[in-house]
Structures are given as C-alpha cells and as structure tokens.
C-alpha cells in the first residue's frame, strides 16, 4: 500500500491545532512524534525493508502519540499513572472516532497501524504477534525511546512529571530502580517512587532497543550520556549516577563493538 506523506502530516498538523502550540508540554509532543517519525523510517530503511514498509514505518511513528493531547487537555499532565494510558488513547481517537481516515483512505493497514500505536508504550508486547507486526511495532518502539532520551534532555524534568527543583535535586533513587537498571531492562512503572527514578528509567529503555541502528542512534546523539549526567544535591543520588554512567558506557561499548 501506498502511504500518502503530505496528507498524513497536513491531517496530524491539523489535529495537533485544536490544542494550544504556545504550551511547552504541547510543542513538546508535536516535535517529539516529527522525530520519532524520522526515526521509524530510518530503522526501517536499515532493515531493507521495501519503500512503502518505511512509509508504513513513518506513520506508525507519525499516529503513536496523537492521545498525548487528549491527555494533556483532560489531566494536564503526561504522567500516564496519574491519568490515563496514553497508548490507548492514541488508538481511541485514530480506530474509535475513525480520524485514522484523515490520514489514509486505504484500511487494510488498519490492525498492524492499531497493535503498533496500542503497545508501543507497553512493558512488554504480547505474545502472538505475527512476525510482520512485531516488526513494526519494534521499530516504533526503538524510534520512541531514542527520541524519549532527547525530550528528558531538553524539556526540564519539572514540568515533564510536575515536581520542583528541590524536590527533583534532592531525590534519591529506589533500590528497586537500580535493581532493574544492573539487571539491564526496562523499569516497570510501579517501582518508580522518586523523580530521580525517571532518569534512570529512561536510561534503561536503552537496553531494550532491538536494532542495530537504534544502539547507533543512540551513541550518535549523545542524549543518554546529557540525560546521565544528572544534576542533584543528594551525596548517594550523585555516587548512583556515577555508577550508572560507567555501567552503561560499559555495556553500550560492548554493544557496538
């Protein structure tokens, strides 16, 4: 099938205006979901996968976060545990309300484009995924946690989980946390207590990349390394990080060769 670009991007520009541009945590998400969109085709293209599965990779990264806006509207926050899943809002509002029809005539992508935005913030996918969807649905899942490093770089940390300087500076890091961390996966988000948690959450998604080009991504950009480099008062806080920062130097060496 035929992906339309310029459609696609007319019909996520015009959704993305009802909402306010002019709020940071808006901006923020647009920017996020034009990046997580270029990472998708670019995993994809390395993948070798024909032309139209890159445009279908663009899009999947291009629909996964339209619920974020809902979400901030309704909650005003992006804290899915304070609110509401953020994935399936995204699903609710493309397949429910029918606007994934804004984006493309053609349906039969319809269940692949559903899984890939439904799971794509998941801890873990499920099991009987068909191989082509799991593809798909990897490749989103990599392109948006690459890009996730870069938003907790470059949006304060106040205002992603609405916590103060102080309270962020003086955190300390759950012994849960960093359990997960050395174990090298993802951090569930029940073991998160304390702000710090965040950073080294985020730090873990890296561990759970499944392509070659996204660790490359990753190492490229340098925002795992900014994001690490975390800003506290708190004496353990600091010898934490210090840790974690050598440990992930070591295993991200390790990776790449």
Request: negative net charge.
């Amino acid at each position: 099938m035929t992906i339309p670009r310029r459609r696609a991007l007319q019909a996520f520009a015009g959704y993305a205006a009802h909402y306010n541009a002019d709020d940071p945590k808006v901006k923020l998400k647009i920017d996020h979901t034009y990046r997580v969109a270029a990472l998708c085709a670019r995993i994809a293209q390395s993948l070798a996968l024909p032309g139209d599965d890159v445009d279908l990779a663009w899009l999947c990264g291009l629909l996964h976060d339209v619920g974020r806006f809902e979400q901030l509207r309704q909650y005003g926050t992006f804290n899915d545990a304070r609110s509401i899943d953020h994935a399936a809002m995204s699903a609710r509002v493309l397949f429910e309300e029918g606007r994934i029809r804004d984006y493309l005539d053609d349906d039969s992508a319809d269940p692949l484009l559903r899984t890939a935005v439904l799971y794509h913030s998941a801890y873990r996918l499920p099991t009987d995924l068909d191989a082509r969807t799991l593809t798909f649905c990897n490749i989103l899942r990599d392109a948006d946690k690459i890009d996730i490093l870069r938003v907790n770089v470059e949006t304060p940390m106040e205002q992603i989980y609405n916590v103060s300087t102080r309270e962020l500076r003086q955190s300390p890091v759950s012994p849960a946390v960093l359990q997960a961390f050395y174990e090298h996966h993802c951090v569930l988000r029940d073991l998160k207590c304390y702000p710090a948690d965040n950073a080294v959450g985020h730090a873990s998604l890296v561990f759970e990349l499944c392509y070659p080009e996204s660790l490359r991504a990753v190492a490229e950009q340098g925002w795992l390394w900014k994001l690490l480099d975390f800003a506290t008062d708190n004496p353990d806080t600091a010898a934490a990080f210090a840790d974690i920062r050598a440990e992930m130097h070591r295993w991200l060496d390790q990776q790449l060769g």
